[in-house]
């Protein structure tokens, strides 16, 4: 693993090694979507992963999916990421806030406004979501008109400027796993006729102009994005012509000079190679399901410049400690990742804490 202890430089940042902290949602916020009060000390604690991506955070009331997800585009949400960011600093790490509309994953009675959600098309995903009410199924959303598609890239662009305005060290724009940008690219979620939807080309425009929107508020070295080629998320299938479709996304994408790009990798090496070639920048690969010992595989080969981490991190405050030394992992309580409250979230254990206890015994 000698390569992933090898600093390296992504846009702005100094980063100490290959690791990153993956996004990952935590409904801890309010239900105005300000960050909670514990959020500050739950991302402090896992600075040492160098760069965090923070979890999926709302650029607008439409955006919204689930229960206590945080916002970032009101005044007290900036201020509630603020005191984040600062904490972040303090503890010598970097944070980009994930910009995430959920676009069709949504149900009126999870947001503030409790209207219909909205869509590329007014195809429902066929699952269900977690509401207030127990589980139910996801209604069918209303297609966005050109002039409200307009409106929801200038939101995104708003948000990326709370972000700065609130600390971050940039933003990720959420691609990715089901939600709205990815919903434009899929093959069987965006039915459109218009210049948004049909073609490899039109079905990839929606993510374009929401990428050029945020670099020019905010940056392009301050400015990632997430794609999850083959993600069965969400209901979303990307069709025969998926490989071809993200390869164009990602050629125009690399053109935009964004400081990385973030690939939820399923298996199509192949397609990853392809994207590798043409993506210059950083490029951030995370594998689901890997082996711990595998963890710089792809850092090693040449494949990705970092590799973000999930539930491992979100297990392990200290984790690039643990794995410097081959200590044994906490594992993640399954019951309280969404739960609310300290337990499962700022309570485990660091490996000072662990040895401290094993010797009390």
């Known amino acids: 693993m000698s390569k992933l202890w ?6 702005k940042m100094e980063l100490p090694h290959r690791l990153a902290m993956a996004p ?17 000390l739950y991302y402090a604690q896992r600075a040492s992963m160098g760069l965090i991506i923070s979890e999926g955070t709302q650029p607008s009331d439409d955006g919204q999916g689930f229960l206590n997800s945080p916002g970032i585009y009101t005044e007290k949400h900036i201020e509630g990421w603020n005191k984040i960011t600062n904490a972040v600093h303090k503890a010598d790490g970097y944070i980009f806030i994930q910009l995430m509309h959920v676009g069709r994953m949504s149900h009126p009675d999870n947001t503030p406004h409790h209207r219909q959600a909205v869509a590329p098309s007014a195809i429902a995903p066929g699952v269900e979501l977690f509401t207030a009410k127990g589980m139910q199924d996801i209604p069918v959303p209303r297609e966005l008109t050109k002039e409200e598609i307009q409106t929801t890239i200038a939101d995104f662009r708003k948000a990326a400027a709370a972000a700065i305005k609130a600390g971050a060290d940039g933003v990720e724009i959420h691609g990715a796993n089901g939600y709205l940008i990815n919903q434009f690219l899929g093959e069987n979620s965006n039915t459109r006729t218009d210049e948004y939807g049909g073609s490899i080309e039109n079905r990839s425009r929606f993510a374009i102009e929401v990428a050029k929107a945020i670099i020019e508020e905010i940056g392009a070295e301050r400015t990632g994005f997430r794609i999850s080629p083959g993600t069965p998320l ?10 071809e479709l993200y390869l164009h996304l990602v050629k125009e994408l690399a053109q935009l000079d964004l400081a990385y790009l973030h690939i939820m990798h399923l298996g199509n090496e192949k397609l990853l190679q392809d994207i590798r070639t043409s993506w210059t920048n950083a490029l951030l690969v995370n594998r689901a399901g890997r082996a711990i010992d595998d963890i710089s595989v792809d850092i090693d080969s040449g494949t990705a410049d970092l590799v973000p981490v999930g539930a491992w991190s979100l297990a392990n405050p200290d984790f690039v400690d643990r794995l410097k030394v081959g200590f044994p992992l906490n594992e993640v309580d399954r019951n309280t990742v969404y739960s609310g409250g300290s337990k499962g979230y700022t309570d485990y254990p660091t490996m000072d804490e662990v040895k401290a206890q094993k010797s009390i015994k």
């Open 6 to 11: 090898t600093k390296t430089k992504i846009g």
């Open 24 to 40: 990952m949602t935590r409904s801890r916020a309010e239900e105005d979507g300000t960050p909670g009060e514990l959020s500050s």
């Open 234 to 243: 969400g209901g979303i299938q990307d069709g025969e012509q998926g490989s």
